[in-house]
């Protein structure tokens, strides 16, 4: 595992990189399916930076045991959906960035590329959801502020591509 994804993970609280605790079972924060997105932004990490096949990244992953405690089914849908689609979704969410997407830090990149996944594929899961986990995500892993560039670029995508959903009652 790179160093970068040793920071990604233990900042996620992820220490299954330790040879210590590999052997450990471990719970995830926040759920099977939270804990799904956040190894998925490693993966799509992994191959924002180093590119790769999603079978092969999904493969590396399982091999080290990362797919642990978590919804491995949508781990893999995410991870290989995000790849597969990835021009198209960096299409739709580059209308809303102030630069250009290849100029973003590749943590907010792989971050807006699941989060425009998960809104466009996914529609069972309402997006305040998609936008809090996104968001989340950027402030766990991302640079200091990059939690509300993701609100905002994510709120934004949220309105263009479900339109018709309830709106978030305060």
Request: glycine letters at 6%; zero cysteines.
């Amino acid at each position: 595992m790179s160093i970068r994804d040793q920071s990604l993970a233990a900042a996620s609280g992820d220490t299954s990189f330790d040879d210590d605790m590999a052997g450990q079972p471990r719970k995830p924060s926040g759920g099977a399916r939270s804990a799904a997105r956040r190894v998925a932004v490693q993966a799509l990490y992994q191959w924002r930076v180093a590119d790769g096949e999603p079978g092969d990244i999904i493969r590396e992953f399982a091999g080290a045991g990362r797919l642990q405690d978590l919804e491995r089914d949508y781990f893999e849908t995410v991870v290989r959906g995000a790849i597969t689609e990835a021009p198209e979704l960096v299409r739709i969410f580059d209308r809303f960035l102030d630069r250009p997407a290849t100029q973003l830090d590749p943590v907010e990149y792989v971050i807006l590329v699941m989060a425009t996944f998960e809104l466009k594929y996914r529609p069972e899961i309402p997006f305040p959801a998609v936008i809090d986990q996104a968001t989340h995500l950027a402030h766990v892993f991302g640079a200091t502020d990059g939690h509300r560039f993701i609100n905002a670029v994510a709120d934004k995508l949220a309105r263009d591509l479900r339109p018709n959903d309830p709106p978030i009652s305060k």
